[in-house]
């Protein structure tokens, strides 16, 4: 089992900026990705961003293009999610997916929740206007 854990949420103003951090263990894979989706109060739960270890591919929900920024840490297994000039509408408990067998070329795939094997519990990121 692939044990994920997020952190990094909390509050910040609209403008401001946040970093959050997801930490994959217990197991090891030639390939695979890490994703985040956020679930706001009310809606359904949506991509944000991913990318692969094996190719480092990133890939952004248009929704954050320009503002997010995804990036990792291969020896720690580690992503994280840059999120700047933050809105209300970003308002969310973003979750952290590892995708243990991901889809190599296309990217779009990366946004398929349900490609995603493990997920972690979730951190809250609150946005005030």
């Known amino acids: 089992q692939v044990h994920v854990v997020e952190s990094g949420g909390g509050l910040v103003q609209a403008g401001g ?24 109060p009310g ?3 949506e991509f944000v961003a991913a990318t692969r270890w094996n190719d480092g591919i ?45 889809i190599l070329g296309p990217v779009a795939p990366m946004a398929q929740n349900v490609r995603y094997d493990y ?5 809250q990121v609150t946005v005030s206007s």
């Open 58 to 102: 990133t890939y952004y929900a248009d929704s954050v293009k320009g503002r997010f920024t995804i990036s990792r840490d291969d020896a720690k297994k580690t992503v994280y999610l840059q999120m700047n000039s933050l809105k209300p509408e970003d308002t969310a408990v973003y979750y952290c997916a590892f995708d243990r067998d991901p």
């Open 43 to 45: 809606k359904e739960r």
């Open 119 to 123: 997920w972690g519990q979730g951190t």
């Open 17 to 40: 900026s946040l970093r959050l951090s997801c930490v994959a263990s217990g197991g090891t894979f030639s390939r695979y990705a890490m994703g985040w989706f956020r679930q706001a």
